[in-house]
């Protein structure tokens, strides 16, 4: 299967972004600025990719965007059921379609014919990396076609049966500046992408604190594992401290492990040590803590959810398997709500690495794909039955 990403906006309609780090109102004239955008959008600067930009007739002209990996050509319609898959409830009036790259597939056939999905409902591929200089890049086939045409076309069909009527397709080899950008509709069409570092949507982003990530890749280091032997030395304390602690550890303990933890975290005394991170893998463990750590994600812009979000991803990469399922279902969680989807599949995918059967991480992965908005998810985070983080006094008293 390819892999899909949602963009910053809140999976819908910009103007329903409830924090304060909103994401800032966009203006684009012409095509050049609008994929000189897509990274900003993204959070990262997409290779071999599709990318869709919706528009709603209630919305505005960038509702909702989402990204895919450049599919293989015998698996092109699926990928386009796939992809517009989400967008069937959402009203979709208008679309830009853009493709990225893809040189090596310029729209013929591939030998092996159409062998339909991948057996078993295999997980989603993590994107190509950067494809460094297009100089001498095959921009067509031998018949003129653009790369992924038959892609274009399926996705076309699929768009056109979702209601939207106003659909452009547009192919450039990188977003990148003065790379060079074609119609699939009118071979007139054509321009020169303006640097996608210096547009003033960069510097809103940039002011706003978000950060745009040179590829998928740089995105995806944020949750990496740490060393294996960092990772197999926890594993063994994490064991050897279950058996001295599960028996004798008050619930009141575990929550004042996490808080000190967060605090720690909005301090900036990251990272912890070995044992902290092991006691922290316990007492995660619990569901009632697990379910007071999702309240911590809101309100995004808060100091207690910037600290959640920064130990989550500490946790992620410290703790081995299946543990490290938990913490980055609760990053993955953390950034659904902020509105960053993409980083929100990355955590989504590190938890179902670590933990397949892990549900909650299933539901909201699932959630994420179908383009469900962060507040129709905000009743997860609102059961802290145990006082984790009421009024964010467990930073303010222990900073």
């Given at each position: 299967m390819t892999q899909h990403d949602d963009d910053r906006t809140d999976g819908h309609d910009t103007s329903t972004h409830t924090t304060d780090r909103q994401p800032p109102t966009i203006t684009l004239s012409g095509i050049g600025d609008t994929l000189a955008a897509i990274p900003h959008l993204l959070g990262f600067h997409p290779t071999d990719s599709v990318v869709l930009l919706c528009g709603t007739a209630h919305g505005t002209p960038l509702s909702r965007t989402l990204r895919a990996d450049l599919p293989p050509d015998h698996l092109m319609d699926v990928a386009a059921h796939d992809i517009t898959a989400s967008l069937v409830d959402d009203g979709v009036s208008s679309a830009l379609l853009v493709i990225i790259g893809g040189e090596d597939d310029a729209g013929g056939d591939d030998a092996g014919g159409d062998d339909g999905p991948e057996a078993g409902g295999a997980r989603r591929t993590g994107a190509q990396e950067a494809d460094g200089a297009t100089g001498g890049a095959r921009e067509t086939d031998t018949n003129g076609e653009l790369p992924c045409a038959r892609l274009v076309a399926a996705l076309r069909r699929e768009l056109d049966a979702t209601g939207a009527t106003d659909v452009a397709a547009y192919w450039v080899p990188q977003l990148a500046a003065e790379a060079r950008y074609r119609s699939y509709d009118d071979p007139a069409l054509t321009g020169v992408m303006p640097d996608p570092a210096s547009s003033q949507l960069a510097a809103e982003f940039a002011s706003r604190g978000y950060v745009t990530y040179g590829s998928r890749a740089e995105l995806a280091a944020l949750l990496a594992p740490d060393s294996e032997p960092r990772v197999a030395r926890r594993a063994e304390l994490i064991e050897s401290l279950r058996a001295d602690m599960s028996a004798v550890w008050p619930l009141a303990t575990r929550v004042a492990a996490v808080r000190d933890a967060l605090s720690a975290a909005h301090r900036g005394d990251l990272p912890l040590s070995d044992r902290q991170f092991a006691t922290l893998a316990i007492a995660l463990a619990d569901v009632e803590i697990r379910d007071a750590c999702l309240a911590t994600a809101l309100p995004p812009s808060s100091d207690l959810a910037i600290a959640a979000a920064t130990l989550?991803?500490?946790?992620?990469?410290?703790?081995?398997?299946?543990?490290?399922?938990?913490?980055?279902?609760?990053?993955?969680?953390?950034?659904?709500?902020?509105?960053?989807?993409?980083?929100?599949?990355?955590?989504?995918?590190?938890?179902?690495?670590?933990?397949?059967?892990?549900?909650?991480?299933?539901?909201?992965?699932?959630?994420?794909?179908?383009?469900?908005?962060?507040?129709?998810?905000?009743?997860?985070?609102?059961h802290d039955t145990v006082g984790l983080c009421a009024g964010e006094r467990s930073l303010r008293d222990t900073a």
């Amino acid at each position: 299967m390819t892999q899909h990403d949602d963009d910053r906006t809140d999976g819908h309609d910009t103007s329903t972004h409830t924090t304060d780090r909103q994401p800032p109102t966009i203006t684009l004239s012409g095509i050049g600025d609008t994929l000189a955008a897509i990274p900003h959008l993204l959070g990262f600067h997409p290779t071999d990719s599709v990318v869709l930009l919706c528009g709603t007739a209630h919305g505005t002209p960038l509702s909702r965007t989402l990204r895919a990996d450049l599919p293989p050509d015998h698996l092109m319609d699926v990928a386009a059921h796939d992809i517009t898959a989400s967008l069937v409830d959402d009203g979709v009036s208008s679309a830009l379609l853009v493709i990225i790259g893809g040189e090596d597939d310029a729209g013929g056939d591939d030998a092996g014919g159409d062998d339909g999905p991948e057996a078993g409902g295999a997980r989603r591929t993590g994107a190509q990396e950067a494809d460094g200089a297009t100089g001498g890049a095959r921009e067509t086939d031998t018949n003129g076609e653009l790369p992924c045409a038959r892609l274009v076309a399926a996705l076309r069909r699929e768009l056109d049966a979702t209601g939207a009527t106003d659909v452009a397709a547009y192919w450039v080899p990188q977003l990148a500046a003065e790379a060079r950008y074609r119609s699939y509709d009118d071979p007139a069409l054509t321009g020169v992408m303006p640097d996608p570092a210096s547009s003033q949507l960069a510097a809103e982003f940039a002011s706003r604190g978000y950060v745009t990530y040179g590829s998928r890749a740089e995105l995806a280091a944020l949750l990496a594992p740490d060393s294996e032997p960092r990772v197999a030395r926890r594993a063994e304390l994490i064991e050897s401290l279950r058996a001295d602690m599960s028996a004798v550890w008050p619930l009141a303990t575990r929550v004042a492990a996490v808080r000190d933890a967060l605090s720690a975290a909005h301090r900036g005394d990251l990272p912890l040590s070995d044992r902290q991170f092991a006691t922290l893998a316990i007492a995660l463990a619990d569901v009632e803590i697990r379910d007071a750590c999702l309240a911590t994600a809101l309100p995004p812009s808060s100091d207690l959810a910037i600290a959640a979000a920064t130990l989550w991803a500490e946790l992620t990469r410290a703790l081995p398997a299946p543990e490290r399922a938990i913490p980055a279902c609760l990053a993955g969680y953390a950034a659904y709500m902020s509105g960053d989807g993409a980083l929100a599949a990355i955590a989504f995918d590190a938890a179902l690495d670590a933990d397949p059967d892990h549900l909650l991480s299933r539901l909201l992965d699932k959630a994420l794909r179908h383009g469900f908005a962060p507040h129709r998810l905000h009743q997860l985070g609102s059961h802290d039955t145990v006082g984790l983080c009421a009024g964010e006094r467990s930073l303010r008293d222990t900073a």
